[in-house]
């Protein structure tokens, strides 16, 4: 007799979900694709938090491995995963999660060289979760001239409170250094974005260099998925 336990369906995992935003949204959570630029702190929360929601297809961008530094705030990171790929550790969890999603790691750095080979056009969001500043205006000047809906993270280091956490236009956001320099560099290079954005950001900043908590990451992750989702929800709510 075979003992191994049948898998649940789609249906059954995502009963919960489909009750609250109904059939035509969930069937079209499932048929969405992302593009997630950045597994840390914060952008690993958010993949979790995308493939809960019953994300068809993710893609998973990240030139890095995890280390020791990485396990007080990163979702895949702890003392077993140290030294793997974080996007390798990360797509196996997700697929745990929800075997029918469509996981995509790609080992690869983000810049203004190798953006073009990632296809942004063919994907329905760009999630931006990375942390290098010129890297991070690459791709915020590639997702707004793409025609994928693009929302971005602000720095998350440096905070505590997590009610101090906003979602905003990218030129609104205030008290964040990252955002700051963001647009600083945008505005001296040129090339401005095609269009402005939602942003995740804090506007508390303490006295450290970079220290970053697992509550305050995980917010800024799981906020970004929940753009996604609620941006789903309303293009497709009768």
């Known amino acids: 007799m075979d003992t191994e336990k049948a898998l649940p369906c789609y249906d059954d995992i995502f009963e919960r979900a489909r009750s609250l935003v109904g059939d035509r949204v969930q069937d079209a959570i499932r ?11 914060v952008g690993s929360w958010c993949a979790e938090g995308l493939v809960r929601s019953g994300l068809g297809e993710l893609t998973i961008v990240d030139f890095d491995k995890v280390s020791v530094s990485n396990i007080n705030r990163q979702r895949m990171a702890d003392v077993t995963t140290v030294g793997r790929p974080k996007v390798e550790v990360l797509a196996e969890m997700l697929s745990r999660i929800n075997p029918w999603a469509r996981i995509n790691p790609l080992m690869e750095r983000v810049s203004a060289d190798t953006l073009p080979s990632f296809g942004l056009d063919s994907y329905d969001y760009v999630v931006d979760a990375i942390d290098s500043l010129k890297d991070k205006a690459a791709l915020i000047r590639a997702a707004t001239a793409s025609r994928a809906t693009f929302f971005s993270s602000m720095g998350a280091a440096r905070k505590i409170d997590p009610t101090r956490i906003h979602v905003t236009n990218f030129w609104k956001v205030r008290d964040c250094p990252l955002g ?3 647009r ?4 001296r290079e040129g090339g401005m974005p095609e269009h402005s954005f939602q942003c995740v950001y804090g506007d508390e900043v303490l006295d450290s260099e970079k220290g970053s908590l697992v509550h305050i990451t995980s917010i800024f992750g799981m906020t970004l998925a929940g753009l996604v989702i609620s941006d789903i929800c309303e293009r497709n709510s009768a």
């Open 31 to 41: 048929n969405t694709r992302v593009i997630l630029f950045g597994v840390g702190g």
């Open 180 to 182: 700051a320099a963001l």
């Open 184 to 187: 600083k560099k945008l505005r």
